[in-house]
């Protein structure tokens, strides 16, 4: 579909042209003047791009560039996009001379349309397919977002104009005009999530901000509405039979006092307010299991006290800064409390045009919509950390260009560029970026098309943070990088979608992508001084808490490494068993290792028998009903170090009966025997309580089929099937408790 010129009808003009609706012919004149005068007016880029593309024809866009090249002039890049996202398709061109966007954007123009043939049809959803991909790695201009989004919708292909405009949402969401009549419909088979949406000023444009931010994670939000300035009776009796509770609030309801009484008075309401509010979060998450989303008030900028509006107790930017520290030290206390930082969602959005008065004198709305839509995507993350995409446990660096300046195979040691002098100093600052994730947990492997002593560059060159051995593993050579990556990945046994992949080459990118579909391959920038701040941006990175596990995971996995190694040497499975001395120490679930076993559900995929993505607030009810439910956890150790807490199990208790709700188990101790030590374990303990049958579920995803035989293979009798799914029990009267001759279990009893 050229645009709206091309399918416009209507008497001729001279020279060809036909009049578009709402045009006059002194429109097309104008384009006309434009049109032969570019080749001196290119350079003029707010000239030309002023004009309305839009209205031109077919044959005006062909004069145009007929004009170019006549003068040897190369089609801009900007001009190109323009007419692009003004409805036109564009010539065939060296693919270096249009960026990937434009291009498919043209292709889209040329074949969308609602009488295509079978071959158009699928070439426009494929095109369709990877203008998506394009937005979902955020490497969509917002133009291009919003024309392609309204070209799909006016070709009724609704469910891919949807999925392309909420995909790229977060930096176009512009783009959501072409569809909104329609997202409702798209997302209608999508998750539900239950949220009732609470504030001190108007909460319906955050409200509704919600459903695309939802929407974009593939969830449907079902939200509700508390009253008017409500807060506090929410917090204290929150609604049942919902999901989260998401408290907005805003600075100037927070800070609204009257002055009457002078600065002292003031304060004082303003102290009352923080002590009711504070009060009422405590008191939610002291009784409720519902989990509490709520945000950091954002910074003002108009001072109440002038030059001392900082350090002044009655200033509104000490107040803030009071009353977020209040925020702060309660979700250090409590688990099901989560705190959106205001200013990081909406670092975006300069700060005078976070709020608009007009809106608050006439509606006491606080935030702005660009604001409002801010903060809804935060509170969406926030509510779905652990719920949308596998979380990153492995990032893989390619070296040149990346992690230094150069190409080490022709520069050698000496010419690369890392160190305190720009331009090393940028790449000096994303090594300590790499750091950082890796004293978060995340594991880091080396992935390069180079000579394999490329390695030593870390222990030669003196500007270095990096050192060899902060690699758990490497693939230096010239083979395929997503080859190398599979590779690694199965030595690791993790899968793909927990790697991701960091390489300065778009064509590396490109092809990650396409072999390898499941990895993260985020579009690095390509100005260097940005990558250090832009790496603390990826989401997929944020963790909601460091355990003692994320702290030693290199470790763990150097060690699992050498395990390996040591079964690759073993005579036999049973003797590499023997070899490995593993201890298992088991106990119950304590406040202290709470978080861990939390985070074992939310992670785990293969060794997961139920994949009930128990979280914090879930663990901690199960903690209070110690008649009703026990939760079991053990860390294990071997030869070569230890591993921490690798496998927890939910158990429901009912009088002479139990079930085994959740059973999960880290990947790095699969194939040990581990499983069967720790089953066994946990069935003695639970006849010590009196239970004589104890029934389990497996219920099947694409991941975990690896132990859809576990119970079967422990002594588990079949009890009942659904689909896919089975529920077996085990018996005191007939069957054997597990055991293993190659595990020493030990408890921890408090």
């Known amino acids: 579909m050229a645009g709206k010129a091309s399918a416009a009808t209507g008497p001729p003009l001279r020279d060809g042209h036909t009049e578009l609706p709402g045009t006059t012919p002194g429109s097309v004149e104008v384009l006309d003047a434009l049109i032969e005068a570019s080749p001196v007016l290119w350079r003029n880029q707010a000239l030309l791009s002023a004009a309305d593309w839009e209205v031109a024809s077919p044959a005006q866009v062909a004069r145009l560039l007929q004009r170019l090249a006549s003068a040897r002039v190369k089609l801009p890049k900007w001009l190109a996009r323009t007419l692009a996202a003004a409805g036109h398709v564009l010539p065939d061109q060296p693919s270096q001379a249009i960026e990937d966007e434009v291009r498919l954007l043209s292709e889209l123009n040329r074949d969308a349309s609602k009488d295509q043939s079978p071959v158009t049809a699928v070439h426009c959803v494929e095109t369709a397919r990877r203008l998506t991909e394009l937005a979902a790695c955020g490497r969509l201009s917002a133009e291009i977002a919003r024309s392609a989004a309204g070209r799909l919708e006016a070709a009724g292909m609704m469910e891919d104009a949807c999925r392309l405009a909420l995909a790229a949402w977060p930096s176009a969401p512009q783009a959501l005009r072409h569809v909104r009549a329609h997202l409702r419909g798209f997302a209608a088979d999508f998750p539900a999530v239950r949220v009732r949406v609470a504030g001190l000023s108007t909460t319906r444009p955050f409200a509704e901000a919600l459903f695309p931010a939802f929407a974009s994670h593939g969830h449907r939000i079902d939200a509700t509405e508390a009253d008017f300035a409500t807060v506090i009776s929410e917090l204290l009796q929150p609604a049942r039979s919902i999901d989260a509770l998401m408290v907005l609030l805003d600075p100037i309801s927070v800070l609204e006092t009257s002055w009457a009484g002078g600065a002292a008075e003031a304060e004082q309401a303003r102290t009352s307010r923080f002590a009711q509010l504070v009060d009422g979060i405590e008191s939610h998450c002291r009784s409720s299991s519902v989990p509490l989303i709520l945000n950091t008030l954002p910074c003002l900028t108009e001072p109440e006290m002038g030059y001392v509006d900082a350090s002044d107790p009655s200033g509104s930017a000490a107040t803030i800064r009071r009353f977020n520290g209040m925020l702060c030290d309660l979700a250090a206390r409590y688990k099901k409390l989560r705190i959106v930082d205001a200013d990081f969602a909406m670092a975006s959005i300069a700060p005078r045009d976070r709020f608009d008065r007009r809106l608050w004198f006439y509606g006491r709305i606080a935030y702005s919509s660009h604001a409002n839509e801010a903060l809804a995507r935060a509170f969406t993350s926030a509510r779905l950390a652990d719920k949308v995409a596998p979380s990153i446990k492995v990032v893989a660096l390619d070296f040149d260009n990346t992690l230094w300046g150069g190409v080490y195979g022709d520069d050698g040691v000496e010419k690369l560029d890392c160190g305190d002098e720009p331009p090393g100093n940028a790449f000096k600052a994303v090594q300590n970026e790499c750091l950082r994730l890796k004293a978060q ?134 003797d590499y068993l023997a070899q490995l001395a593993q201890v298992l120490e088991l106990e119950v679930l304590g406040h202290a290792t709470l978080p861990r076993v939390a985070q074992l559900h939310q992670r785990t995929n293969q060794f997961n028998l139920t994949t009930r993505r128990f979280d914090e607030a879930d663990l901690a009810a199960f903690l209070a009903q110690p008649e009703t439910a026990r939760v079991y956890l053990a860390r294990v150790r071997d030869r070569f170090g230890d591993h921490g807490i690798t496998v927890a199990a939910v158990v429901r208790l009912a009088g002479a009966g139990a079930s085994i709700e959740s059973f999960v188990m880290s990947c790095r101790v699969i194939a040990r025997s581990i499983e069967t030590a720790f089953l066994g374990a946990v069935i003695e303990d639970l006849m010590s309580l009196g239970v004589d049958t104890v029934t389990a579920d497996y219920l099947p995803t694409p991941k975990n089929r690896i132990v859809e035989d576990f119970y079967p293979s422990h002594g588990f009798q079949s009890c009942s099937t659904a689909g896919d799914g089975a529920t077996w029990i085990w018996r005191k009267a007939t069957s054997q408790v597990p055991h293993s001759n190659f595990v020493n279990v030990k408890w921890s009893r408090p």
């Open 441 to 574: 947990g995340k594991i880091l492997v080396a992935m390069s098309k180079n000579n394999p002593d490329a390695i030593s560059v870390f222990g030669r060159h003196p500007g270095m943070l990096l050192r060899a051995d902060d690699f758990t593993a490497t693939a230096i050579n010239w083979e395929p990088k997503p080859d190398n990556l599979r590779r690694l990945a199965g030595e690791l046994n993790l899968g793909l979608d927990s790697i991701m992949f960091l390489d300065d080459s778009p064509h590396e990118r490109d092809a990650m992508r396409r072999m390898c579909p499941e990895v993260y391959v985020p579009e690095v920038p390509a100005d260097t001084s940005e990558r250090a701040l832009w790496l603390r941006s990826l989401q997929r990175t944020w963790t909601t808490g460091i355990t003692a596990e994320d702290a030693a995971r290199a470790k763990m996995y150097a060690a699992e490494r050498e395990a390996h190694a040591l079964r690759e040497k073993a005579s036999s499975y049973e």
